[in-house]
């Protein structure tokens, strides 16, 4: 079996050396150029497995090197040789195309690292053709509108490097199955995908789940425990909802990007990570930036590609399709036939805004479900909520279809809540008029036996 192939470019000789010695070990065939043009004749002479590129070259730079690669040899990945610290020019290299960067004083086992990563994705690449990983992203991204496609081929290409990616959108549109499509159709798929939602870890604990700490570092610390960042070597660490980071976790955060490593509390030396960094939020983070709530260097470090997720309003014509998913998915869960339905239903659908996107809808075929006489759902059975109007015509906010129970809904208050709340008032009222008697509740909501039993337990009422 012949050995793989890279191509070295810089113009430094003792870093050539280096990394001939190093891949040469790892029995890699090498050759090591160190010009623009030197590379150029390479290139055309023979298929590489992988391309490494000083930024400063004699006769060009290396950004038009990752171009050249990136265009005309697609199936070789190229990484970046960069000055410590020089976090501009590898972040300009990722967008160039390249799939990740080594810093100068090259470390070994960093550069043996992506050197594997890379080598994987070599093959992937060449195996390509028969579209097994975009068929999985069909499989799992429901929809054929144009929004949708736009999202699935950013994803394809997204999953070709190593460039940390921002993914944009509402509540509820889907960005952590995107995270996970990403790293599960790339060379990391093999790894872990760590996510974590930053707002829900104290301010107080952050540095431990990051990091890691070592037994006897504070109070509470019985034995050593490794972070996310280790819990995801090899692999994705997704950061969803990061603008709830702190400001002071946001610095060390940036840090441990920067420099490919973490030290755990405690610890008195730092640990290299190989991970790739994918985060997410519903906020508008360049607002936060300029507001002083987020800081500018760590937005524009993990903002190096930013794909936005459309909202389910963007994308109406998605709506049959999914809800079938949904549909043929909560029959699975529960072992029952699956819901149908019905052209009124599904008209309602269709025309509604759902300002919660596909999470709402998840929720409302769940609710209609067991609301529905047998397995046909009718538009009554959605509950959907209905738009007010205000006194010039125009459409106002979304009221659920029981405020009539409790009034109009409060507008700090998510919808979800509010219904919620509107549905455990009504149902724990109408049991205590039954005097606990649930076939009598039951009748006095005008529901099914199982439709309440179903409620009772998804509203924990006991």
Known sequence: MSKQTVLVIDDE???????????????????????V???????AGRRYDLCFTDMRLPDGSGQELIELISETYPETPVAMITAYGNVDAAVNALKAGAFDFVSKPVDIQLLRRLVRTALKLSEERKAEAGGAKGAQSSDRLIGTSAAMQQVRSTISKLSRNQAPVYIGGESGVGKELV???IHEMGPRAP?????????????ELMESEFFGHRKGSFTGAHADKEGLFQAA?????????VAELPLHMQVKLLRAIQEKAVRPIGGRDEIPVDVRILSATHKDLAALVEQ???????FYRINVIELRVPPLRERRGDVPALADFILQQLATESGMPSGRLKPDALAALESYHFPGNVRELENILERAMAMAEGDTIEAGDLMLPQRTHTADGTGGAAVPATSALRGTAHSDVPLEDYISNIERDTIVKALEEARYNKTATARKLGITFRALRYKLKKLGID
């Open 179 to 181: 995270a996970r499509l």
């Open 191 to 203: 790894g872990a995908f760590v996510p974590v939602n930053c707002g829900a870890i104290p301010s």
């Open 292 to 298: 002083g709530l987020f800081r500018q260097d760590l």
């Open 37 to 43: 043009s030197e590379a150029r004749s390479a290139l």
């Open 233 to 241: 070597q090899g692999g994705t660490l997704f950061l969803d909802e």
């Open 13 to 35: 000789r003792d870093i050539r050396e280096l990394l001939t010695i190093t891949l040469g070990r790892m029995e890699l065939d090498v050759d090591a150029v160190g010009s």
